[in-house]
């Protein structure tokens, strides 16, 4: 689009709306907005751009949607109309349940995220085949009809309906909301006469403002806009204009403005007006940009637009619903861009595109006060961290069959329904998409955080909210500075540990909500058998994994009941017993605090008698996420945030090191994970202690908050990527080490993770079972190979590391000086060899 310069201002006679048979004439518009409008185009779109740019950034956003057009019948006679058809034009008045799943299904299997239910306004009132229709089906409205089938759609395939039938009762309004997390309909224009209106008694402006007005009342996220030459002046866009902004003034209800552009179509009353001049609809869009409150996100549609590129320059942030499924109803002679095109229009002009859902992350970010309870889980499970729609590329499908295995070990995996088809964390069957093959580009708040990253600056808090915001472009850009740091830090070597996990029970007194390992003491009516390893289990498996070249033992498991804080000081002298060498890592924080809490010492005694028995670090998990508003959800009966890095730095003060996790992807949201960071940061900064970071996705198949409708599906893998990225530019000098959880992420996706700033690969992880409790379904152990297959193509080297990330070559072989017991034995006690003397 060209931008040019206006055909009139509104001073010309024909702007003004004249009053027509002594009929009121239109409201007309403020002194400021006249005033606005006469300015020269050139500057009102830079103006405009400046609005946006200010308050959305570089971010433009679609909807990937369906189109359901579920009756083309409408009493209304627009006179520019083609989507309405009398009933000899149609098989039938309305699809059919069956039909209306049929497109709802085809969509969700594209990755779409919205049902856009369009219809015509009120048929029954005007044509006898649509009340005969309704009445035989049970239905007693257009509206009501409209209702049970957003139920359907949003049930059924989990899509978000969105519903446009046109001006509406507060009642009507309110049973929509039940079913449809946000609605719309145009205002168009506030001029009464307009001859494109004539015959079309819901486009009286009074209707359409009073509608507009109870939407407000009643909370529910709006779309609505205005339509571009139909006859109407420019004093009567900024009128309407004005309205919406007023409306939205009272109730913060608009979530998008939508400025469309007529073109004239065959077949109707229109058909040889001329098209909406381009001059005149950049204005309009600039215009709209200035006059309606910078919260409100301002709409174009990309295919009525030849040059949809341009439309970009006048201030708009959002394309609007775009189908890869089913043609554009309304304007059917007008294709959708293909989804690929609309990207590389967009970032041409140096823009990311995100998907989005039907509302808005402003609005789907207080569910409270924005969605009916039936709408919160089927909004939250399409989200991502910010409330926009998850990127992933694949079929999203609500998650119901579900099967239960018996993993072994006491870890129970549900089986995910398989007809989603986008990646997970923790899924094993779908490959995540290839981000760091793409372009890399970035520019205003992501780009100014990279280039003082750059110049060696640390990163804050809103900084690093920043950089987890990056999409597209910018999230390589992010990965590719991260990576560089990486190579500063620690090199091309990818390190690993030969580990095993040890989970001694299942049995825990805490009620995390995420957890879908532990068990109640009396769970056996649960999924799962409670268990308890006793010393000699544990024993036995520490011997096995030495034999098989382990250099580390991780130690983990419930809260059990009947634990005192000498089960700990039991276990590790224990395995000391039989394998001195052996590294062994263990206790989470809340283990250590419980443990101390029961016998009644300090932290800093605690952790001096578990060093002297044996241990030698801890883990860091038990951090969840160090916000304490989202553990009050996630954890609420846990430690604390404070405890956490209490228990850390009383470890780091006697000698033992640790690590940092995160466990991200639930309900938590970046500036969640900016807290996290910067918290342990500073902790890092007092002791040094802290060897490596280590982000956790949360794996929701089988986790309890996740049946219980109450967490998201996990992060999406772009998420996933820059958890590892900002974090290797956040710690910079101060923790080297950036590991990937394969277990959790699986090879193909660690891979990439390892262009974007992560060194090291975890452990073998023999029996791992916390992860596969949850639903993670990557296996139980990688070797040496493993670990080869994945560094080396992209040309790196691995070398095996110890716990502290000293090499491990050259290091003392950890080796048994125990036999097992016989195979008849009854107590499975394990003989120390020196109390054997000569039966050796």
């Given at each position: 689009m060209t931008i040019i310069e206006p055909s009139h201002t509104v001073d010309d006679p024909a702007a003004?709306?004249?009053?027509?048979?002594?009929?009121?004439?239109?409201?007309?518009?403020?002194?400021?907005?006249?005033?606005?409008?006469?300015?020269?185009?050139?500057?009102?779109?830079?103006?405009?751009?400046?609005?946006?740019?200010?308050?959305?950034?570089?971010?433009?956003?679609?909807?990937?949607?369906?189109?359901?057009?579920?009756?083309?019948?409408?009493?209304?006679?627009?006179?520019?109309?083609?989507?309405?058809?009398?009933?000899?034009?149609?098989?039938?008045?309305?699809?059919?349940?069956?039909?209306?799943?049929?497109?709802?299904?085809?969509?969700?299997?594209?990755?779409?995220?919205?049902?856009?239910?369009?219809?015509?306004?009120?048929?029954?009132?005007?044509?006898?085949?649509?009340?005969?229709?309704?009445?035989?089906?049970?239905?007693?409205?257009?509206?009501?009809?409209?209702?049970e089938m957003c139920r359907l759609v949003r049930d059924e395939t989990g899509l978000l309906p969105h519903a446009n039938p046109g001006a509406m009762t507060a009642q009507e309004l309110a049973s929509l909301r039940e079913v449809s997390p946000s609605q719309g309909m145009m205002i168009e224009s506030l001029n009464p006469h307009l001859d494109c209106h004539r015959g079309s008694p819901d486009k009286e402006p009074a209707r359409r403002l009073a509608t507009l007005e109870a939407a407000g009342e009643l909370a529910i996220p709006y779309t609505t806009g205005i339509l571009v030459g139909i006859g109407e002046s420019l004093a009567d866009r900024l009128a309407a204009l004005e309205a919406i902004a007023a409306s939205h003034a009272r109730w913060g209800h608009i979530q998008e403005v939508i400025v469309q552009n007529f073109l004239p179509k065959a077949g109707t009353s229109m058909h040889n007006m001329p098209a909406c001049p381009p001059d005149e609809y950049a204005q309009a869009i600039a215009l709209a940009r200035l006059i309606l409150p910078a919260d409100i996100h301002l709409q174009a549609p990309p295919n009525l637009s030849d040059d949809f590129g341009g439309l970009l320059d006048c201030g708009i942030d959002d394309w609007g619903g775009v189908s890869p499924v089913t043609a554009d109803h309304v304007n059917p002679e007008r294709p959708w861009p293909a989804l690929d095109r609309l990207r590389e229009i967009t970032e041409a002009r140096a823009f990311t595109l995100a998907p989005r859902l039907t509302i808005y992350p402003e609005f789907a970010l207080q569910p409270e006060r924005w969605l009916a309870e039936g709408n919160r889980f089927p909004v939250m499970d399409r989200s991502d961290a910010e409330g926009l729609g998850r990127d992933d590329p694949g079929s999203q499908m609500p998650e119901r069959t579900m099967e239960n295995l018996d993993a072994g070990s006491g870890a129970d995996v549900l089986v995910a329904d398989e007809n989603s088809t986008q990646w997970y964390s923790g899924g094993a069957g779908h490959l995540p998409t290839n981000i760091m093959d793409g372009p890399s580009h970035a520019r205003g708040a992501v780009r100014e955080v990279l280039d003082g990253v750059m110049a060696g600056q640390q990163v804050g808090h809103e900084e690093i909210v920043t950089l987890f915001s990056a999409r597209g472009p910018e999230v390589v850009a992010v990965g590719e500075v991260a990576d560089e740091l990486r190579r500063e830090a620690v090199g091309d070597i990818v390190t690993w540990v030969h580990n095993r996990n040890i989970n001694y029970t299942n049995v825990c007194t805490f009620k995390c909500k995420f957890c879908g390992f532990s068990k109640g003491p009396l769970s056996l009516n649960l999924r799962g058998t409670p268990y308890m390893l006793t010393l000699a289990d544990i024993q036995e498996r520490v011997i096995e994994a030495a034999e098989l070249g382990a250099t580390e033992v991780t130690l983990q498991g419930g809260i059990h009941p009947s634990f005192d804080g000498d089960y700990y000081i039991d276990v590790c002298r224990a395995i000391h017993d039989v394998v001195p060498e052996m590294h062994l890592h263990g206790f989470t924080a809340l283990e250590v605090i419980e443990g101390a809490k029961r016998l009644g010492e300090s932290l800093v005694d605690y952790l001096m008698r578990l060093k002297e028995a044996g241990?030698?670090?801890?883990?860091?998990?038990?951090?969840?996420?160090?916000?304490?508003?989202?553990?009050?959800?996630?954890?609420?009966?846990?430690?604390?945030?404070?405890?956490?890095?209490?228990?850390?730095?009383?470890?780091?003060?006697?000698?033992?090191?640790?690590?940092?996790?995160?466990?991200?992807?639930?309900?938590?949201?970046?500036?969640?994970?900016?807290?996290?960071?910067?918290?342990?940061?500073?902790?890092?900064?007092?002791?040094?202690?802290?060897?490596?970071?280590?982000?956790?996705?949360?794996?929701?198949?089988?986790?309890?908050?996740?049946?219980?409708?109450?967490?998201?599906?996990?992060?999406?893998?772009?998420?996933?990527?820059?958890?590892?990225?900002?974090?290797?530019?956040?710690?910079?000098?101060?923790?080297?080490?950036?590991?990937?959880?394969?277990?959790?992420?699986?090879?193909?996706?660690?891979?990439?993770?390892?262009?974007?700033?992560?060194?090291?690969?975890?452990?073998?992880?023999?029996?791992?079972?916390?992860?596969?409790?949850?639903?993670?379904?990557?296996?139980?152990?990688?070797t040496e190979q493993d670990f080869r297959d994945i560094a080396e193509p992209l040309g790196r080297r691995t070398r095996q590391r110890l716990t502290g990330y000293e090499n491990a070559d050259g290091a003392p072989e950890v080796r048994s000086r125990m036999l097992r017991p016989t195979d008849n034995a009854t107590d499975r006690k394990l003989i120390p060899l020196e109390s054997l003397g000569s039966r050796v």
């Open positions: 003004n709306g004249a009053p027509a048979n002594g009929i009121a004439v239109a409201p007309q518009p403020t002194a400021g907005s006249l005033a606005l409008a006469n300015r020269a185009l050139a500057e009102l779109a830079e103006r405009a751009a400046e609005v946006r740019d200010q308050s959305f950034g570089t971010r433009v956003t679609y909807s990937p949607k369906v189109f359901i057009p579920l009756t083309m019948l409408c009493r209304d006679k627009c006179g520019y109309c083609t989507f309405a058809q009398p009933p000899a034009r149609l098989d039938s008045p309305y699809l059919t349940p069956e039909q209306v799943l049929e497109i709802a299904t085809s969509g969700a299997r594209a990755g779409c995220h919205e049902a856009l239910f369009t219809l015509g306004e009120r048929p029954e009132l005007r044509y006898p085949a649509a009340a005969e229709w309704l009445r035989t089906h049970g239905w007693d409205s257009t509206v009501h009809y409209l209702v241990l030698k670090s801890l883990p860091g998990t038990a951090a969840e996420i160090l916000d304490d508003s989202v553990r009050a959800v996630l954890c609420p009966d846990k430690i604390n945030t404070a405890e956490w890095l209490e228990c850390h730095e009383a470890a780091h003060a006697v000698g033992l090191h640790s690590n940092i996790t995160i466990m991200f992807g639930s309900i938590e949201h970046p500036e969640s994970w900016a807290n996290h960071i910067v918290a342990t940061r500073d902790l890092q900064k007092r002791t040094g202690g802290f060897t490596e970071w280590v982000p956790l996705p949360f794996v929701h198949m089988a986790s309890p908050i996740y049946l219980r409708k109450g967490a998201r599906r996990g992060p999406t893998f772009r998420e996933t990527l820059l958890m590892h990225a900002v974090p290797r530019i956040a710690y910079r000098g101060l923790i080297d080490n950036i590991q990937v959880s394969w277990v959790k992420i699986g090879p193909p996706g660690a891979q990439q993770i390892l262009r974007a700033g992560a060194n090291d690969m975890g452990g073998t992880l023999m029996d791992e079972n916390i992860s596969r409790a949850a639903g993670a379904q990557h296996g139980q152990g990688l």
